[in-house]
């Protein structure tokens, strides 16, 4: 198992490694210069080259790529656009000369909207889809069986943007049934964390059920027909408990595996969703940034969305293992 948790740790560091590369590479394949948006739209030409000069971006790529890994270890020092040190500590991801902070330090702001987000969108995979493919995979071919078909369909074909507004115009602004969508810190009113949060985790969650749904219910229906659950069965052991004990850890693992996925890719950032709802998540974050052309924020939302499903799917493989020891071997 020791063998197996180094192979894959050093698979998650080599795998972020050439994120990082291809990330910060984008950086400077981009048509806008970094220099010149930092410096504004009234600058001359020896002001762009001073603030590039300031900026460290009139060095190598290589250079300016080692200073960058050497900031996320420990840390540096950035200059702004009038030659000031800024100082930015482990992990640095750049600085944001739009929102003029250190790019991590914009991150872990609305990182507890992100956090929630996902954590209620998890809430309702877990509920919506994997105990609906469980419950129609005992009840197959009934009449429970034919609507999550239904509800599966559905879920894989609409759209986060058309869901999310319709029923953001139906529930909230028609009949008030619920609140306007936003993000309340949860210590200061946990009532309106809740509401607030309740229709976006809803949207997000049903939408990415429907996958879970489907994935659980095929899972279920194959290791059922094993031979070690059959003779459990034959011994006397009872319907459910053989299902609870032996089917579900049987079919855990290809679920684990895309729950790691789904989790990490939720916690990067749920682009859409945010932007939707209007929520000041990391992901609202990332695609600001993309429309302000600021550079670093982009890559920087791009390396932490990198990293949670890195680590996830990293989490999910040793759980995996953990389930089935021949994982180990292979």
């Not at 291809?22 to 603030?51: E, H, M, N, R, W």
């Not at 009532?191 to 219910?217: E, H, K, M, Q, T």
């Not at 459910?240 to 850890?249: D, E, I, Q």
Request: hydrophobic letters at 50%; a neutral charge.
């Amino acid at each position: 198992m020791l063998t197996y948790l180094t192979r894959r740790g050093l698979q998650a560091v080599v795998v972020l490694l050439a994120i990082s590369a291809t990330a910060f590479a984008l950086f400077y394949a981009a048509p806008s210069d970094p220099a010149t948006i930092a410096c504004g739209p009234k600058c001359d030409a020896a002001q762009v080259t001073a603030v590039r000069h300031s900026m460290g971006l009139d060095q190598p790529i290589l250079t300016q790529y080692a200073d960058y890994l050497r900031g996320l270890v420990a840390g540096r020092t950035i200059s702004d656009v009038d030659g000031t040190a800024i100082a930015c500590p482990a992990p640095c991801l750049g600085y944001s000369y739009t929102l003029h902070e250190p790019v991590l330090s914009a991150i872990t702001g609305r990182f507890p909207v992100t956090l929630s987000l996902a954590g209620g969108a998890l809430a309702v995979i877990v509920v919506l889809g994997i105990g609906a493919g469980f419950v129609s995979a005992l009840r197959r071919g009934s009449v429970g069986d034919r609507l999550l078909s239904g509800f599966t369909l559905l879920g894989a074909s609409v759209q986060i943007y058309f869901l999310g507004y319709a029923l953001q115009y139906l529930l909230v602004y028609s009949t008030g049934w619920l609140p306007l969508p936003g993000y309340t810190p949860p210590g200061e009113d946990p009532a309106a964390w809740v509401s607030g949060l309740l229709l976006p985790c809803l949207v997000l969650g049903f939408v990415n059920a429907a996958v879970f749904a489907r994935l659980s219910r095929a899972q279920l229906l194959e290791v059922m027909h094993e031979g070690y659950v059959r003779t459990a069965r034959g011994k006397g052991l009872g319907t459910l408990r053989t299902h609870l004990k032996y089917t579900a850890r049987g079919a855990a693992a290809p679920i684990v595996q895309l729950l790691g996925l789904e989790v990490g890719a939720l916690l990067g950032g749920a682009f859409i969703t945010e932007t939707v709802f209007g929520l000041s998540g990391v992901g609202k974050l990332a695609v600001d940034a993309v429309t302000q052309n600021d550079l670093p924020t982009v890559v920087g939302t791009v390396l932490i969305a990198a990293f949670f499903v890195v680590v996830f799917v990293a989490v999910a493989d040793l759980v995996v293992a953990w389930l089935d020891p021949r994982v180990r071997v292979a």
